[in-house]
């Protein structure tokens, strides 16, 4: 089911309206789970202070939660700042690798509302209010991570029947997103041609190594047409973890054939040494 990300500076009114999403997704027959700072226990001022606050690791157990949560039957609600388009980008790919659609609903309360909500519930430390909305990047709905963007100003009076049937409507209706290389696991290569890629490398490996002990730093291969151009002395170990290192490429990577490993492995040194 769906992902829909909540948005907003601190006390914007995003709980509430997680709230009353929720509810209407139920009345219609819709499971759904929010999940937020309060579920998680976030300590919000140690937290969000940017000098000394842990909030990398906070966003780490967010998207573990809705890893964990997201799935063919419940719709998933997440209620947390959700301010950095990095982070929401993050979100987004996971609800891809899912195949499921996602959404973005941006409480778009002006400061200074925030700050009277605050008066009242003290959440936040006054000034980390200021602070986050110099921090804060607003969603962009041209980006497909923060499409569909649905925008709400809790501040002022607006019909949440309306809102919470076009947004229904837009995810439910829309279709699985097309899986991309960002959001598959790359298949691996069969075992035997990998020993084959292994075996051509190494024969490259060890034509460096001979001819730059003879003083060429031209290095042409035998049964490549690439050659590499060394400004500086390579030893053999720093060869063969660059080995290493291009195997684990080519599993995501596979040459188009075994025929072209060396000069695939040459290009590969071409543009990892120089």
């Known amino acids: 089911m769906p992902l ?7 006390c914007a009114g995003k709980t509430t309206i997680s709230n009353k999403l929720k509810e209407h997704l ?14 998680m226990r976030v300590e ?5 202070h940017s000098s000394e606050g842990n909030e990398k690791e906070v966003r780490g157990e967010l998207r573990s939660d809705v890893q964990k949560h997201i799935n063919r039957d419940t719709v998933v609600i997440l209620d947390s700042l959700n301010y950095i388009k990095g982070f929401r980008y993050e979100l987004f790919c996971i609800a891809k690798n899912f195949k499921t659609p996602s959404c973005v609903v941006y409480c778009q309360t002006p400061v200074e509302t925030c700050r009277q909500w605050n008066e009242k519930c003290q959440h936040y430390d006054s000034c980390l209010i200021d602070e986050l909305a110099l921090r804060f990047e607003e969603p962009n709905a041209r980006q497909r ?8 100003n809790p501040d002022n009076t607006y019909d949440s029947t309306t809102v919470f049937n076009d947004l229904t409507q837009a995810i439910f209706n829309a279709g699985a ?8 696991s790359p298949a691996l290569a069969a075992p035997d041609f990998l020993h084959q890629i292994d075996s051509e490398a190494q024969e490259v490996v060890d034509a460096i190594s001979t001819q730059q002990s ?10 490549a047409e690439t050659t590499l151009e060394l400004t500086q002395n390579i030893n053999v170990a720093k060869l063969r973890r660059l080995k290493r ?16 490993v060396k000069d695939s492995f040459l290009q590969y040194l071409r543009n990892t040494i120089l």
């Open 4 to 10: 829909v990300m909540m948005c907003g500076l601190p």
């Open 26 to 39: 139920e009345a219609n027959n819709r499971k759904s789970i929010i999940i937020s700072d309060d579920t």
């Open 44 to 48: 919000r001022n140690a937290t969000y």
């Open 145 to 152: 991570w923060d499409s569909p963007c649905f925008t709400i």
């Open 177 to 184: 997103p097309r899986p991309n290389q960002s959001t598959q």
């Open 214 to 223: 003879l003083g060429n730093y031209i290095i042409r291969i035998p049964g």
């Open 245 to 260: 290192q291009y195997i684990t490429y080519t599993k995501s990577h596979p040459p188009s054939h075994v025929d072209r």
